[in-house]
């Protein structure tokens, strides 16, 4: 075997190819073009592999919804106690950081709203940008945010310990229809913590918020509570409904097909990684597509 | 030979994992109220007979019958409910980690009866107080000894009162003296004239005094099927060399 100079560096791509480094500007030039071939190679296999992730993802909710089947076999009693605990692990027990932050983004928007808004001679609009900003938008992400964080990684983390520790297996054995009991009550929990968490977050975001910003500027209760019923509109209370909903299935499930992935205990924290980080891009994108669907 | 007294049939199995040939053309019954032990070196095959008849792949030729009917012919509802017939004692017990042992116990009657949370209790209890597990009834599986968490997963798997009950390698690793609950206790489940009993084991001597038949594996295929008389009179190389830990005999040791 060819032994490659000490300051030889390697730049490998499909075909395998290295170049020395030697001084100069065409071995930098050379350099980059072989990165960027090397990217570009790898390009449409990362695509594929994204698609194939895609469908993938696709059969499993395909599994799930099958699975729907079983239904009526299924004894509620015996997914109680999951619903529960998880209700109160996502929603309960993420109370104190929802309202810490709520406080904080509602102190920050309503401080910014009051000093700016004045300049600009739009102050009558506070209520629209409150609405706006923290109903429409901040309290549905921020809560969606950390529900991802906190319940998302342990979801993933708990389901991907209970198939390496063959206790899914041992459930399938019993006649346990393991996607039913597994995913079925993490949505349900899921879809109730983040509906209150939401309602939470906006409530402390206005008054916790309102209070705060009394330290820095003065505005009356009354008529901060009047522009804010002015600008709420039932179709604000509808979609964030329908975010809760769409959150409270999408990050159970998404979190619940990662944590069904890893085939040892090494893979485990990469796979929950991968669930929240996921988790998030595609919260971000559906709430993206939500907002231009109904407010554009 | 089968006939209608027969609950499983294990027709002609063939089973390849990972290109070797797991099991080549095995082929025996299992009569109602028989109790058949199954053993062999490691890799004899006989690790995958307890997952075949319990469906969890459909990917082998030949049939598995239960009660007259192929397990393959059953859609996705009818496995699950063939999976309640069945009781299954897994080799590392898959106990539910954040479940104590009662809910452990509890979990196939809550999902799949219609009885009662008082009815439950009851049965729980009984079992409870047959394995002596009352004193860590309480304690999740993180907490139990080794045979405190054979003797809830063996709780678990005879809750349903199933009519087949497989054990996998479930003895192996236990301590002798703690494991004699559940050895009594299998003795008289097993002793009824209604259920069946597959016994997967590397221990086959330790199951004597309640077992039918012994069938021995080796590289996929049957080397020795016989009643409790033939495996005791070992007039058979395999057994004889099983039984004596010899290396010398037609087995190659790995």
Same mark, same amino acid.
């Given at each position: 075997?060819?032994?490659?100079?000490?300051?030889?560096?390697?730049?490998?791509?499909?075909?395998?190819?290295?170049?020395? *480094?030697?001084?100069?500007?065409?071995?930098?030039?050379?350099?980059?073009?072989?990165?960027?071939?090397?990217?570009?190679?790898?390009?449409?296999?990362?695509?594929?592999?994204?698609?194939?992730?895609?469908?993938?993802?696709?059969?499993? !909710?395909?599994?799930?919804?099958?699975?729907?089947?079983?239904?009526?076999?299924?004894?509620?009693?015996?997914?109680?106690?999951?619903?529960?605990?998880?209700?109160?692990?996502?929603?309960?027990?993420?109370?104190?950081?929802?309202?810490?932050?709520?406080?904080?983004?509602?102190?920050?928007?309503?401080?910014?709203?009051?000093?700016?808004?004045?300049?600009?001679?739009?102050?009558?609009?506070?209520?629209?940008?409150?609405?706006?900003?923290? $109903?429409?938008?901040?309290?549905?992400?921020?809560?969606?945010?950390?529900?991802?964080?906190?319940?998302?990684?342990?979801?993933?983390?708990?389901?991907?310990?209970?198939?390496?520790? +063959? *206790?899914? =297996?041992?459930? *399938?054995?019993?006649?346990?229809?393991?996607?039913?009991?597994?995913?079925?009550?993490?949505?349900?929990?899921?879809?109730?913590?983040?509906?209150?968490?939401?309602?939470?977050?906006?409530?402390?975001?206005?008054?916790?918020?309102?209070?705060?910003?009394?330290?820095?500027?003065?505005?009356?209760?009354?008529?901060?509570?009047?522009? =804010?019923? #002015?600008?709420?509109?039932?179709?604000?209370?509808?979609?964030?409904? /329908?975010?809760?909903?769409?959150?409270?299935?999408?990050?159970?499930?998404?979190?619940?097909?990662?944590?069904?992935?890893?085939?040892?205990?090494?893979?485990?924290?990469?796979?929950?990684?991968? $669930?929240? !980080?996921?988790?998030?891009?595609?919260?971000?994108?559906?709430?993206?597509?939500?907002?231009?669907?109904?407010?554009? | 030979?089968?006939?209608?007294?027969?609950?499983?049939?294990?027709?002609?199995?063939? %089973?390849? @994992?990972? *290109?070797?040939?797991?099991?080549?053309?095995?082929?025996?019954?299992?009569?109602?109220?028989?109790?058949?032990?199954?053993?062999?070196?490691?890799?004899?095959?006989?690790?995958?007979?307890?997952?075949?008849?319990?469906?969890?792949?459909?990917?082998?030729?030949?049939?598995?019958?239960?009660?007259?009917?192929?397990?393959?012919?059953?859609?996705?509802?009818?496995?699950?409910?063939?999976?309640?017939?069945?009781? %299954?004692?897994?080799?590392?017990?898959? /106990?539910?980690?954040?479940?104590? !042992?009662?809910?452990?116990?509890?979990?196939?009657?809550?999902?799949?009866?219609?009885?009662?949370?008082?009815?439950?209790?009851?049965?729980?209890?009984?079992?409870?107080? #047959? /394995?002596?597990?009352?004193?860590? +009834?309480?304690?999740?599986?993180?907490? /139990?000894?080794?045979?405190?968490?054979?003797?809830?997963?063996?709780?678990?798997?005879?809750?349903?009162?199933?009519?087949?009950?497989?054990?996998?390698?479930?003895?192996?690793?236990?301590? =002798?003296?703690?494991?004699?609950?559940?050895?009594?206790?299998?003795?008289?489940?097993?002793?009824?004239?209604?259920?069946?009993?597959?016994?997967?084991?590397?221990?086959?001597? @330790?199951?004597? #005094?309640?077992?039918?038949?012994?069938?021995?594996? %080796?590289?996929?295929?049957?080397?020795?099927?016989?009643?409790?008389? #033939?495996? !005791?009179?070992?007039?058979?190389?395999?057994? +004889?060399?099983?039984?004596?830990?010899?290396?010398?005999?037609?087995?190659?040791?790995?």
């Amino acid at each position: 075997m060819q032994m490659l100079p000490y300051n030889v560096q390697c730049v490998r791509n499909g075909s395998e190819e290295y170049y020395p *480094e030697t001084s100069g500007k065409k071995s930098i030039q050379k350099k980059r073009y072989g990165r960027i071939r090397g990217d570009m190679a790898r390009f449409p296999k990362k695509l594929s592999s994204a698609w194939d992730g895609v469908k993938n993802f696709s059969r499993f !909710v395909l599994s799930i919804v099958r699975s729907f089947r079983s239904i009526k076999y299924l004894r509620f009693r015996s997914l109680y106690s999951i619903v529960v605990n998880q209700t109160r692990f996502t929603g309960v027990d993420a109370l104190p950081i929802i309202v810490s932050i709520a406080l904080l983004l509602g102190a920050t928007v309503i401080i910014q709203a009051t000093k700016n808004f004045p300049k600009f001679g739009i102050e009558g609009f506070i209520g629209n940008l409150l609405v706006i900003i923290i $109903a429409r938008e901040l309290g549905p992400l921020a809560t969606a945010m950390i529900v991802v964080s906190r319940s998302g990684s342990a979801i993933a983390a708990e389901i991907a310990t209970q198939q390496q520790n +063959r *206790e899914i =297996l041992s459930l *399938e054995l019993m006649g346990v229809d393991t996607k039913l009991y597994i995913v079925f009550p993490r949505i349900i929990a899921s879809i109730i913590a983040i509906f209150s968490l939401i309602i939470i977050f906006d409530i402390i975001a206005f008054f916790g918020g309102y209070l705060i910003s009394l330290t820095t500027v003065f505005i009356p209760a009354k008529s901060f509570v009047q522009t =804010l019923l #002015d600008a709420f509109s039932f179709s604000d209370l509808a979609i964030t409904i /329908l975010k809760s909903v769409i959150y409270g299935i999408l990050i159970p499930l998404i979190c619940c097909y990662y944590g069904f992935m890893p085939r040892s205990n090494f893979q485990i924290p990469i796979f929950v990684s991968r $669930a929240v !980080v996921r988790t998030l891009v595609i919260l971000f994108v559906i709430n993206a597509f939500i907002s231009a669907l109904f407010y554009f | 030979m089968s006939d209608s007294n027969d609950i499983l049939r294990f027709e002609h199995i063939l %089973y390849y @994992r990972e *290109e070797r040939t797991s099991l080549n053309d095995v082929t025996f019954t299992l009569g109602r109220g028989e109790n058949l032990i199954i053993f062999g070196p490691e890799d004899s095959g006989a690790e995958i007979v307890c997952p075949l008849i319990a469906g969890v792949t459909d990917q082998f030729g030949g049939e598995v019958i239960f009660n007259g009917r192929s397990i393959k012919t059953f859609n996705y509802v009818e496995m699950h409910n063939y999976r309640k017939e069945l009781g %299954y004692l897994q080799r590392d017990y898959g /106990l539910i980690n954040n479940m104590s !042992v009662v809910e452990n116990i509890s979990l196939p009657l809550k999902y799949h009866t219609q009885l009662t949370t008082g009815q439950i209790g009851d049965v729980v209890n009984r079992l409870v107080e #047959d /394995l002596h597990l009352g004193y860590c +009834r309480n304690m999740r599986p993180v907490s /139990l000894s080794g045979a405190a968490i054979l003797k809830t997963a063996y709780a678990r798997a005879i809750a349903l009162d199933p009519e087949l009950l497989l054990v996998e390698h479930a003895l192996e690793g236990q301590c =002798l003296l703690n494991s004699q609950t559940y050895m009594r206790h299998l003795r008289t489940w097993a002793s009824q004239p209604e259920k069946s009993v597959i016994i997967v084991t590397y221990e086959p001597e @330790r199951f004597i #005094d309640f077992s039918d038949r012994f069938i021995m594996l %080796y590289e996929g295929e049957i080397v020795f099927a016989g009643s409790r008389e #033939d495996f !005791v009179s070992q007039n058979n190389d395999y057994l +004889r060399q099983y039984c004596a830990s010899s290396v010398e005999g037609p087995m190659k040791v790995l």
